[in-house]
């Protein structure tokens, strides 16, 4: 939080000549984290013409909070391309930040090491695409050859070389089995085709735990590409009811009903329920004067509720049936 | 391959179990030799995933016995109970479920449900089931109308008309083979255009421009106006196909469905609570400006009363003011809504 706040202070721009001219490395090192990306990249560079001398005081920038900074960092040490930085590149890889292990997957390459390769390796099985991509790359650029085919069908899988892939029949499978935990629905949908056009009935229980998935797409294609895997039909509406729903809570709509009238048919999307919600509060209040008015003391509020109460209740009873009927989302 | 050879492969055994935590598994194996329907049926709606499949697989082995209680457990207010009944039905096979199959079919409130008791139908084999399922070919939901084929396959259904032989083969998704019927296909196709996916009806349109007849203009009128803009850009090239008057065409899209804000509401939300019509149609300074615009106002009735003037007069003021900017937030709405072509 206090770094980002100190984001918002204007900052005089760093003179990453000037630092590189006095060999300032922590000066440098620090360039790094800055928010505009020329900087930092003239950092990068200014790091890479140190060489291996920096490498000392750039690995540990590797493992602060700052985000930037880590790309930074990485960025540099791809510069410099100093194969002893490739252990603190590995651990990289681990990163939870799927733009960090982009960055070391492709800094691994840059470094052209031989040790990179087991590093690598599990990239190839990431959840993120740009990370297997990234991995892919690398791997080629460091010369590795997959073993057999159960290696390029990972390798193909993750450069996206659909047409290889298939030709390579079962062997694909484990690394599309694989691609179903991507956060890009299309990759998935690919994926599942695929997994359709080999047919293997060893991937029945994968589709049938897509049909859970929360796109409409991926869920449609698993039923299609089930068909030709040879899952029996009748074990498909079972992995569909698994899908993630958009269902409105009836209970929440007739609490905010009864609470705040109207403001429960705002929760539903009726744009109207706004409206419902003002002419309420202008009769209460309406409802208040006139009664204290009436009886000369303060009894309004009393009244009030008294009358409006069986109101609010039956416009929360209301909420919750229209929410208990609204009709189901598509599947 | 079968359902229970499919079982038997262990595809149940690859669903992943949340015992294994301190939680006692079920013994669904000695249950299940006991003959024990009541405790099966109560595992269905398990908590852990591969506990609701064993026991309905369990269920599905316990015969004709099994039968009454499992009726009774389709009717439950659990959906994994209401599955778990369908697919043991299914796998026993008895005639006596047919009512109860039907009923869910046709009015189940879940999807899912109908489709099980669909595909379940199809399992009993038994030709009652036929009515029950041809009409389902025309359902809305591809994943009805696929269970239905998938059934009639099974039952050894044969259409009497080619009508019927066209929506069976869109229940399959044979998209291929419908393009042979030609204009024999249109009727089928412009009903099925009301469908909720979307890809079925690209796959509709793709159709109806591949047949290319003049018949067919009505039902790319129809598409030209859909929701979705990939089914829009496909009926645009299918009308041209189909011979619909080019000039026609644009005059349709505009007609067509849209899906942002209402203008009317914006409008009229502007105009009684300014600031909340601008919140409507995603501005979130919207609100600021309808409290700033409350607060104006009850100061501006205070000071009226204080003058002796009526305190609506603020009101009398502050509507002509709202009333433009109510039609202000209409045209905003209006260029919003669904920009896209």
Request: aromatic share 8%; with cysteine.
């Amino acid at each position: 939080m206090i770094p980002l706040l100190l984001d918002l202070i204007p900052r005089r721009k760093i003179d990453v000549g000037t630092l590189l001219g006095n060999r300032d490395i922590p000066g440098l090192v620090n360039a790094l984290s800055s928010r505009n990306p020329d900087v930092q990249s003239e950092a990068m560079r200014a790091l890479g013409e140190i060489g291996s001398a920096a490498v000392g005081q750039i690995v540990p920038a590797l493992k602060q909070r700052n985000r930037r900074l880590r790309l930074g960092a990485i960025g540099a040490l791809a510069e410099i391309q100093d194969p002893g930085a490739v252990p603190a590149l590995a651990e990289m890889m681990r990163d939870p930040v799927s733009e960090i292990r982009w960055q070391a997957a492709i800094a691994l390459g840059e470094i052209g090491s031989q040790e990179a390769i087991a590093f690598l390796i599990p990239g190839l099985e990431d959840a993120d695409k740009y990370v297997r991509y990234g991995s892919a790359l690398s791997l080629a650029k460091i010369g590795y050859q997959p073993a057999g085919d159960a290696g390029w069908a990972w390798f193909y899988a993750a450069r996206q070389d659909w047409d290889r892939l298939r030709e390579l029949g079962s062997y694909a499978l484990p690394p599309l089995h694989n691609l179903l935990r991507d956060n890009d629905s299309e990759v998935r949908v690919r994926a599942v085709r695929m997994i359709g056009d080999i047919g293997d009935g060893d991937s029945g229980p994968v589709l049938i735990g897509a049909l859970g998935d929360p796109d409409r797409q991926v869920r449609w294609e698993a039923v299609l590409a089930s068909q030709k895997c040879g899952v029996p039909p009748m074990c498909l509406p079972r992995g569909l009811c698994r899908r993630p729903r958009m269902q409105k809570n009836p209970l929440v709509a007739g609490f905010l009903n009864f609470l705040l009238p109207g403001l429960g048919y705002g929760y539903l999307g009726k744009w109207w329920g706004i409206m419902i919600f003002q002419i309420e509060l202008s009769i209460t209040l309406w409802l208040h004067q006139t009664e204290t008015a009436k009886y000369g003391v303060d009894v309004g509020e009393f009244y009030t509720y008294l009358v409006l109460f069986p109101l609010y209740f039956l416009l929360a009873i209301h909420a919750w049936y229209l929410a208990k009927n609204l009709p189901e989302e598509p599947a | 391959m079968r359902y229970d050879q499919f079982r038997s492969i262990g595809i149940f055994s690859v669903v992943p179990s949340i015992h294994g935590r301190g939680q006692s598994v079920p013994d669904i194996g000695q249950l299940k030799q006991r003959g024990d329907v009541s405790s099966l049926i109560s595992l269905l709606n398990n908590p852990d995933p591969s506990v609701g499949w064993r026991a309905a697989e369990a269920l599905g082995t316990c015969g004709a016995m099994a039968v009454p209680p499992l009726i009774r457990a389709a009717r439950s207010p659990s959906a994994l109970v209401r599955i778990g009944a369908i697919e043991a039905l299914a796998a026993i096979r008895d005639p006596r479920a047919l009512d109860s199959l039907t009923r869910i079919a046709r009015r189940d409130r879940l999807l899912e449900v109908r489709w099980a008791a669909v595909l379940a139908l199809g399992e009993l084999g038994v030709p009652e089931a036929v009515p029950v399922l041809v009409p389902l070919l025309r359902d809305a939901s591809p994943y009805l109308r696929y269970g239905a084929a998938t059934a009639l396959d099974r039952a050894g259904w044969q259409p009497g008309d080619i009508g019927d032989q066209v929506y069976l083969m869109i229940g399959r998704q044979d998209w291929t083979g419908i393009r042979k019927y030609g204009t024999d296909a249109l009727l089928p196709l412009r009903d099925l255009l009301r469908d909720a996916d979307e890809k079925s009806r690209e796959e509709i349109v793709s159709v109806l421009r591949e047949i290319g007849d003049p018949q067919a203009c009505g039902s790319c009128r129809n598409a030209l106006k859909d929701r979705n803009p990939r089914v829009r850009w496909k009926a645009v090239l299918a009308a041209i196909d189909c011979g619909l008057a080019s000039h026609e065409i644009p005059l349709t899209v505009a007609g067509r469905e849209r899906t942002g804000p209402d203008p009317v509401a914006a409008a009229v939300l502007n105009f009684l609570f300014l600031g909340i019509g601008y919140n409507y149609i995603g501005k979130w300074w919207g609100f600021p400006v309808f409290i700033t615009y409350m607060f104006i106002i009850f100061l501006a009735q205070f000071i009226f009363a204080e003058l002796s003037y009526p305190p609506v007069l603020a009101l009398v003021i502050a509507y002509p003011v709202t009333a433009l900017l109510g039609i202000h937030t209409y045209y905003l709405a209006e260029r919003m809504s669904d920009e896209e072509m």
